[in-house]
């Protein structure tokens, strides 16, 4: 008895290889690391090991300057590199705001409960570093 | 003389394993993460449904027929283990799988350890293999040192000689590579590490399913492995310790089951293998392990080395034309059924999920394996294992799959 469970998948695979995406992980904006920051911090995912760096500078409140440094796949990188973009001129605040699907808008695409992560990283390690968590 | 190995029908074999009856998107599944976890053919899958259905009571307690029957089976399922590997009766330890055999040993042979006593691992175990020790040692003010790692891969057997001394109390090493596949040499490893009057540890999770493993032929005085890389279910382990050594080592857990005498004040332990198996064990999963060691059986372990060493041969001369790749470990004669690859600019995690798209189960991370993948300079890699139930038809489509990867990357 052969029987066929259909499992609708709320994502298209491949679909998720944007030219966008592509564009963002091949040409990472505002790459790099602020020396002397005002805030700094390192992250990695456990379950995979991509790493990711984040640096801002404020102007009182809004940032003025932001910079990162992916080490990872393609949506982790493009979310780093497309959240930079987003993050100059708002403040601390706003940024605390932003929550799951505001990433997704900013990519574009949806993505399965595994790759989500990828694409948190660099929100999570931005909310890190404005609540002052240290790197040890 | 050359050996003669019955080619596997795989076809029929695959019939056994329901789960490749579903399709995704009405597609076949092409599972190469056996490395992971292996899938359950019906043999197994049935009897854990007859247990339930038909014996399930607690080992060990009751007089009535339900409780014999399934003590009887639970007990059986250790002598199938036992003769697998060719152990002595009462050496088959159940755990919950290879990490809890190993924190096992790292803890119940520390009691005799003195301060500045060492231990020595490599630098290319699991995670499980690496921080139990590592934890122990720090508890214990020993010395955990780590045996290098030749540029093909291999462990290096002069360095492992050069770290020995008289404070070396245990060595314990993969016997099969997660992440290399590297397969080491073990009979020539036992004699120098017995040379010095060390204990000998074979982490086994990636040998026992894919190759015939004799303990006295490979003479390690412990070993351990996991049941569900083998086609038994999760939650089931093996320990497998020489009898002298069992006798003399102390406890892990404490409970029922594992004890002959309690008074308030004192405890007399039950004999091997139960003094190691407190509480109420995975009952069925030990049932479920026997069922499984009984289907290699019956397919032959020597068939199945040899399946997957054709499949490695073929996957490994396919993967090596693809431009960029890196492959990681030992060349395929000195490999197991696995291969662990990057391909330059595409993360892994990229290629997971292209190769998803057309139901290619394969793993992309650091495989519990940190520090190994430090070394080589890289976050993570692409694993791809075989088992029994895979084909050259499999690899075609990987590459297919990799091709397209690699195209969507490169434009
Ligand atoms: C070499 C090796 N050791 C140990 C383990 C841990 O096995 P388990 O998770 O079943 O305890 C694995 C499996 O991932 C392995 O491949």
Known sequence: MKQELKVDRDYVGEGIYRENILDHYKNV??????????????????ICGDEMTVSLNFDQDKVREVKVLPKGCAISTASASILSEELKGKNKKEIMKMKTEDIFKLLGIKLNSMRIKCALLPLSTVKKAICGVKNE | ????????????????????????????????????????????????????????????????????????????????????????????????????????????????LQEGDEILI?????????VPWQQICKQKNLKLKYIEITEDGLLDLDDLKNKLNEKVKIVSIAHVSNVLGTISPIEEIEKIVHDNNSLLILDAAQSVPHMKVDVKKLNCDFLAFSGHKMLGPTGIGVLYGKKELLNRMKPFIYGGDMVREVTYSETRFNELPWKFEAGTPNIVGGIGLGKAIEYLEKIGIDNIENHEKELIKYAYNKLREIKDIEIYGPNENLRSGLISFNIKGIHGHDIATILDEENICVRASHHCAMPLHKMFNVLGSVRISFYLYNTKDDVDKLLLSLERAIKIFRK
């Open chain 2, 122 to 130: 490599s630098k290319m175990e699991h995670h499980s293999n690496l």
């Open chain 1, 29 to 46: 904006r505002n790459l790099g690391k602020i020396e002397n920051a005002d805030l700094e911090f390192h992250d990695l995912n456990p």
């Open chain 2, 1 to 112: 003389m050359k050996q003669e190995f019955e080619s596997l029908n795989v076809e029929e074999i695959k019939k056994d394993f329901p789960i490749f009856n579903r399709k995704i998107n009405s597609k076949d599944i092409i599972y190469l993460d056996n490395g992971a976890t292996t899938q359950k053919p019906k043999q197994v899958i049935n009897e854990i449904k007859k247990y339930y259905e038909e014996y399930n009571a607690n080992i060990h307690r009751g007089i009535y027929k339900l409780s014999e029957e399934s003590t009887l089976e639970y007990e059986k399922a250790h002598d199938v283990v036992g003769r697998f590997i060719n152990a002595k009766e009462n050496e088959i330890i159940f755990t919950k799988g290879t990490t809890e055999s190993l924190n096992l040993l790292a803890y119940s042979l520390s009691l005799d």
